[in-house]
């Protein structure tokens, strides 16, 4: 049989990420964040590799992450005003989740799939605080391609990256609605 739920197919078609910079405090406490994390975990994961693991960044580790952007944009060259707004995305978040993609060895699982298996993850993390009625957007930025940056502030391996910063917070304002895709553009039905 068949199992519907209408509540959750209403909440999937109506979901909307909440800007970050508009996510403030109260936060999750760590039993509440537990219950997410436990929820994303849940994503599939061909051959039980779990190829991602959490770090949780809490606003003294975010502080101090928004004091190493400035001078690494500069020595890499990043223009003023992405080293800004990356500052800015650190600085003002009260809470925030790295998802980082940690590939394990495998004959049978190829990497492509392990690293779909860590966006299925920061997917269903971002969706799980969402249906919690927390406000929560998924973001990356510059800095997470940064693999000096990566290894030395969060202590990532060298074959580990980050699938994204899902911050999470209680939302200030209401997103607006944003444009979404025509379907008829993107949908090719075949028929045999």
Not at 53 to 62: I, M, S, Y
Not at 104 to 126: C, F, H, N, R, Y
Request: hydrophobic share 45%.
């Amino acid at each position: 049989m068949t199992r519907h739920d209408p509540a959750t197919v209403a909440f999937l078609k109506s979901r909307r990420s909440r800007p970050a910079k508009t996510l403030t405090a109260p936060v999750p406490d760590r039993a509440a964040l537990s219950d997410l994390l436990t929820i994303a975990a849940r994503s599939p994961d061909h051959g039980k590799l779990e190829p991602w693991r959490f770090l949780v960044l809490e606003k003294p580790a975010l502080t101090r992450l928004s004091g190493t952007v400035g001078p690494r944009g500069a020595e890499l060259g990043i223009a003023p005003e992405k080293i800004e707004k990356l500052v800015a995305q650190f600085a003002n978040a009260d809470l925030a989740v790295t998802v980082v993609a940690s590939p394990k060895p495998s004959d049978k699982i190829p990497e492509i799939e392990q690293t779909l298996s860590a966006g299925a993850v920061a997917m269903q993390l971002l969706n799980a605080a969402l249906a919690s009625g927390w406000g929560a957007n998924w973001l990356s930025g510059w800095i997470s391609h940064d693999r000096d940056w990566r290894e030395k502030e969060l202590g990532l391996m060298p074959h580990e990256w980050i699938a994204g910063f899902i911050h999470i917070g209680t939302e200030t304002s209401a997103p607006p609605e944003r444009p979404r895709p025509d379907m008829d553009s993107i949908v090719e039905w075949i028929e045999a």
